[in-house]
């Protein structure tokens, strides 16, 4: 048994999956992007995911959120396909994202921004109902305004709820889509790079709400980040990924002392 066939098959032991992948593969062209990538992310888990530039982080990330179908393998949330279910359904049962790039609705509010993250619950009786204003629709929405006034303050953003989201910078929008991501209690989070942009205090605080959800929640985090210390200090377990392969797969410590995985991530011989 290779190296490679090792490591997927040591990536595979988590007793209860929230997110189980099972030979992933995905080509452009001629370029294999992922080939047989298996992994597993155990409720209330941090699993990290690193590599070098190219390794196939970002276009997991889009099979495993239902951006991009995979060529061969099954993606299951729970105990559930949803290889071919579209990203709509996997987040509306519980599977969110953040990514690299900061994607807000810029004319709205910070507030208003996460408040949008549980609009499609809806607020019961129709239209009828908001014609004629309910008190159980109007009840709904306090509860909604007040959620989102809590996860805003933990994310140390209740200073600037009322700014528009194109306002603000780089690393506060990063903390305004985490707590767009976390306000409707995730089953699975996937982060992508986000700690970019963020001070050290902001990702002192990113850290202790990834920890909170997890803990609180029961929350699985698959976690992409170029920070190895960030990764290091707030993962269980790391995946290492190298030319779309899983080339690793352990324990901080274990990562940090393996061979090859300092001459493919790191550049050492």
Known sequence: MTAVERASQAVTTTASAALRLSAISVS?????????????????????LIGPNGAGKTTLFDVISGVRTPDAGRVELGDEDVTHRSAVYRARHGLRRTFQRVQTFGWLSVEDNVLAALEWRGGGGGPLADLIAFP????RERERRARVRHVLEQ?????????MASALPIGLGRMMELARAIVDTPRVLLLDEPTSGLDETES??????????R???????????????????????IVVLDLGQVLAVGEPGEIQANAAVRAAYLGEE
């Not at 159980?136 to 009840?139: A, I, K, L």
């Not at 994310?155 to 700014?163: H, K, Q, S």
């Not at 985090?221 to 290091?232: I, N």
């Open 28 to 48: 452009f062209g001629g370029i294999r992007a992922l080939e047989d990538v298996s992994l597993e992310v155990g409720s209330g888990e941090v699993l990290g």
């Open 136 to 139: 159980t629709r109007r009840h």
């Open 155 to 163: 994310c140390g953003l209740d200073e600037v709820r009322g700014e």
């Open 204 to 213: 002192a605080r990113l850290g202790d709400r990834v920890q909170a959800i």
């Open 215 to 237: 803990q609180e929640e029961g929350c699985a985090v698959l976690l992409v980040e170029h920070d190895v210390g960030f990764v290091m200090r707030q993962c269980g377990r």
